[in-house]
């Protein structure tokens, strides 16, 4: 690990920082500004003919042709509309803070642009100021700090949202889904974060116009565009287990296109949890990112985008197994690879209709190779190669000002072949989805909408949602949801026979499960078994029903409460678990029905700014989770368990603890301040999560004894900031500042340090 002096750091940020905070001389150019005179960079003018331009860094802006009505909003901003005259008369434009963003546009919640205010829907956007404060390089790293988030240590960084795993939450690039998910879950640890636009987060189940993967929820981020300008920035992070993060992106806007270039690398050394055993937590491993972006206008009524992303990650490693013949040391091999290319071509040949068709395909692929250090020979071998294509068409039909109706046709293929399988499997499958935007009256709105699936092995099935909002009062407003699902088990929870090497972990499908801890056994690389895995049995569809209600209030200009109750019903839900806990500390995982569960809860935000340069907020999420099945069996007295002194006695409704790996309790606090003297942004989080069951240690397969617990913990964090006028960008700052250990999550590696610089070349040349 590199070791930090922390002084000798603080004085380098500021003799770096200070000097030059008043060295450059500001452009007297058009400024959106907040009312402290400080740029929003984050700012969208929108004109008339519906184009949105994006400020620069400084917050400057240029409006090339003369628009009747300008608006100009930005995340936790009054918006304001202005004249063309009023536009030019004023030498910079002020925008108002408010709490909240209620004003930011929305794409994922309902397929079409609408603003928070205006959905009648849990939902949380992260703009880009948001994910830099948290100085972040990976994906989970900025949603492990939001209200009712938890990332799960299984198989990769998981994300688990009212109480429902990765596996039930669509993760979204620009709007298209991500594929290659380990036995359900998507390893947020793909997505770098260096260039996000905004993080949308829609809570509650959107199966109905995104399918059966989106029961729990949708994250859709948005990664950065250029509108007529051009940019260069290079950049770099550097943080504690020699982890380096270079990027660099270039962005040029001309006339009606825009072209976008992005590429991120990501090395690290690793961590190790268990330095007693041979081997590391995570191992040392590399990843690279690269992005292509494109879009622009035929004419006024047909425009093209064109979407590419490829990832590559390369691992290393050792581990330590016992033989016939004695330990012997095997050398981990592994890679991963990622390929999206979605082109999107819109027709909107007037104002009230909008045609779109989307093309996506995506190609993902592991190898896994591991081998007997001293002969050479091979130990272990694993490949999977899945492909995901989808085309679709979207129709928006604004049938009055109260009615917008949306239509989808679709198509998908999807192929996977591996090692572990005798023959290659495809999946076609056919849907349709209908919503409707409704807004009667000024105060009410009601989102209706329906999708159907017919899959070539999951069979047919259908799921609805409604939505409605009725604004009380200006400052008040109330928000409810319902909607329906269906989810049968793919492939990979029966069959899937996995390893990651750069972290060490095991997946084995239900049916493989107990031939897949018996090898491992044998190869001395269990510490200890947790859920016996003959008693897992056969794997069934699920069936599930959700609600979302709460509400958002404004007490005023600077404060804003929201609230969200929800509850779960799932029948067969598919659970995921570690069933083996391995010598390197990690764990092996599978699958296993429970009959009927309940999750429910309510996550509470809380923001206020209390002065132009300082605000607070606050999170809460309370989590209830149960397996019906077992608490009649409980009922009825027919679940036992041994005491500390060894005594059998029946389980009682006091001692279960509900579904494994969920924290009741939850929460956040975080100050953000603007050093006015300096210019320096200063960030400072405490992220709480509860305790959270771990392990099955009795042998009678539920939570229900305190040994099963892993314990909940603290994390402080720390981030300071500057921009400079030019541009130039630095931050420092820390995670985990106590260094709270938590050995049931093996994605914790400890404290970790950082620095961070972002230089915009362009704008240093033109100076």
């Known amino acids: 690990m590199i070791r930090f002096n922390l002084n000798k750091i603080f004085i380098l940020f500021f003799l770096l920082i200070v000097p030059k905070a008043f060295a450059f001389e500001l452009d007297m150019g058009k400024q959106i500004l907040d009312p402290s005179g400080k740029p929003i960079p984050h700012a969208l003018i929108k004109l008339d003919d519906e184009k949105v331009l994006e400020v620069d860094e400084l917050g400057k802006v240029e409006i090339q042709r003369p628009s009747e009505t300008i608006i100009i909003f930005a995340m936790g901003y009054v918006t304001r509309q202005m004249t063309w005259e009023e536009w030019i008369r004023e030498e910079d434009i002020i925008l108002k803070e408010k709490a909240g963003n209620l004003q930011t546009v929305v794409v994922s919640a309902t397929r079409t642009e609408r603003s928070v205010e205006q959905l009648p829907m849990p939902v949380t956007v992260l703009d880009s100021e948001s994910i830099q404060e948290?100085?972040?390089?990976?994906?989970?790293?900025?949603?492990?700090?939001?209200?009712?988030?938890?990332?799960?240590?299984?198989?990769?960084?998981?994300?688990?949202?009212?109480?429902?795993?990765?596996?039930?939450?669509?993760?979204?690039?620009?709007?298209?889904?991500?594929?290659?998910?380990?036995?359900?879950?998507?390893?947020?640890?793909?997505?770098?974060?260096?260039?996000?636009?905004?993080?949308?987060?829609?809570?509650?189940?959107?199966?109905?116009?995104?399918?059966?993967?989106?029961m729990g929820g949708v994250v859709n981020i948005i990664?950065?565009?250029?509108?007529?300008?051009?940019?260069?920035?290079?950049?770099?992070?550097?943080?504690?287990?020699?982890?380096?993060?270079?990027?660099?992106?270039?962005?040029?806007?001309?006339?009606?296109?825009?072209?976008?270039?992005?590429?991120?690398?990501?090395?690290?050394?690793?961590?190790?949890?268990?330095?007693?055993?041979?081997?590391?937590?995570?191992?040392?491993?590399?990843?690279?990112?690269?992005?292509?972006?494109?879009?622009?206008?035929?004419?006024?009524?047909?425009?093209?985008?064109?979407?590419?992303?490829?990832?590559?990650e390369i691992s290393e490693g050792v581990l330590q197994t016992k033989g016939t013949?004695?330990?012997?040391?095997?050398?981990?091999?592994?890679?991963?690879?990622?390929?999206?290319?979605?082109?999107?071509?819109?027709?909107?040949?007037?104002?009230?209709?909008?045609?779109?068709?989307?093309?996506?395909?995506?190609?993902?692929?592991?190898?896994?190779?591991?081998?007997?250090?001293?002969?050479?020979?091979?130990?272990?071998?694993?490949?999977?190669?899945?492909?995901?294509?989808?085309?679709?068409?979207?129709?928006?039909?604004?049938?009055?000002?109260?009615?917008?109706?949306?239509?989808?046709?679709?198509?998908?293929?999807?192929?996977?072949?591996?090692?572990?399988?005798?023959?290659?499997n495809r999946f076609?499958?056919?849907?349709?989805?209908?919503?409707?935007?409704?807004?009667?009256?000024?105060?009410?709105?009601?989102?209706?909408?329906?999708?159907?699936?017919?899959?070539?092995?999951?069979?047919?099935?259908?799921?609805?949602?409604?939505?409605?909002?009725?604004?009380?009062?200006?400052?008040?407003?109330?928000?409810?949801?319902?909607?329906?699902?269906?989810?049968?088990?793919?492939?990979?929870?029966?069959?899937?026979?996995?390893?990651?090497?750069?972290?060490?972990?095991?997946?084995?499908?239900?049916?493989?499960?107990?031939?897949?801890?018996?090898?491992?056994?044998q190869q001395g690389l269990v510490a200890r078994v947790l859920?016996?895995?003959?008693?897992?049995?056969?794997?069934?569809?699920?069936?599930s029903w959700a609600i979302n209600t709460g509400f958002r209030w404004k007490p005023s200009a600077k404060s804003l409460i929201q609230v969200n109750g929800f509850r779960n019903h799932i029948d067969n839900l598919i659970e995921t678990a570690p069933i083996a806990q391995l010598v390197t500390g990690q764990n092996a995982f599978s699958y296993f029905n429970i009959r009927s569960v309940i999750t429910q809860g309510v996550e509470v935000d809380a923001q206020i700014n209390l002065l132009p340069n300082l605000s607070l907020s606050a999170g809460y999420a309370f989590l209830d989770t149960r397996d019906l099945e077992v608490?009649?069996?409980?009922?009825?007295g027919e679940v036992f368990k041994r005491n500390a002194q060894n005594q059998t006695r029946r389980v009682t409704r006091a001692d279960y603890g509900g579904l494994f790996n969920r924290s009741r309790h939850s929460g956040n606090f975080k100050i953000n301040y603007h050093e006015n003297f300096t210019g320096i942004d200063l960030s400072f989080r405490t992220i709480y999560r509860g305790k959270f069951g771990f392990s099955d240690l009795n042998g009678n397969l539920i939570l229900d004894s305190e040994n099963e617990y892993a314990e909940g913990w603290f994390s402080l964090n720390l981030t300071a900031s500057k921009t400079l006028n030019n541009g130039l960008f630095f931050e420092m700052g820390g995670t985990n500042l106590l260094n709270t250990a938590t050995p049931a999550q093996p994605n914790n590696p400890g404290r970790v340090l950082f620095l961070g610089l972002k230089v915009p070349l362009l704008n240093l040349i033109n100076q």
Do not use: C
């Open 428 to 521: 076609e499958a056919g849907y349709f989805f209908f919503q409707h935007l409704w807004d009667p009256m000024p105060k009410f709105n009601v989102v209706t909408g329906l999708r159907a699936d017919f899959h070539s092995q999951f069979g047919n099935r259908i799921s609805p949602k409604v939505s409605g909002q009725y604004q009380i009062s200006d400052k008040l407003s109330w928000q409810a949801s319902f909607g329906a699902g269906f989810k049968t088990p793919d492939f990979r929870q029966l069959l899937l026979n996995f390893n990651n090497a750069a972290s060490g972990y095991y997946v084995f499908g239900a049916n493989l499960a107990e031939e897949g801890i018996s090898r491992l056994q």
């Open 631 to 636: 608490l009649d069996r409980i009922d009825n």
């Open 134 to 214: 948290t100085g972040g390089i990976r994906l989970s790293e900025i949603l492990r700090e939001q209200t009712g988030l938890q990332i799960a240590s299984n198989h990769g960084s998981g994300l688990q949202m009212q109480g429902l795993d990765s596996d039930y939450i669509l993760i979204l690039l620009d709007g298209e889904p991500l594929i290659g998910r380990t036995a359900g879950t998507f390893d947020l640890d793909r997505i770098s974060v260096s260039n996000i636009e905004r993080i949308e987060i829609l809570r509650g189940p959107s199966s109905a116009i995104y399918g059966s993967e989106a």
């Open 223 to 312: 990664t950065k565009s250029n509108v007529d300008k051009t940019d260069l920035d290079i950049g770099v992070r550097h943080r504690s287990f020699n982890s380096w993060n270079p990027f660099f992106q270039f962005g040029m806007g001309k006339e009606k296109w825009n072209t976008q270039v992005f590429f991120d690398h990501f090395s690290t050394d690793g961590f190790d949890l268990t330095p007693e055993t041979l081997g590391q937590t995570q191992n040392p491993y590399r990843a690279s990112t690269a992005q292509v972006k494109v879009s622009g206008e035929f004419s006024e009524k047909i425009n093209l985008s064109v979407f590419s992303r490829g990832y590559k």
């Open 325 to 424: 013949s004695g330990a012997e040391t095997l050398d981990l091999g592994n890679e991963r690879r990622d390929f999206n290319l979605n082109p999107t071509l819109r027709f909107k040949p007037n104002s009230d209709w909008t045609f779109t068709l989307r093309g996506m395909s995506s190609w993902f692929s592991t190898l896994s190779d591991t081998r007997f250090r001293d002969s050479g020979e091979n130990f272990d071998f694993q490949d999977f190669n899945q492909f995901y294509h989808r085309t679709e068409l979207q129709t928006d039909f604004q049938l009055n000002a109260q009615n917008l109706i949306t239509l989808g046709l679709g198509q998908l293929i999807e192929t996977v072949e591996a090692s572990r399988y005798e023959d290659k």
């Open 531 to 543: 859920i016996e895995p003959e008693t897992l049995g056969d794997l069934n569809a699920e069936t």
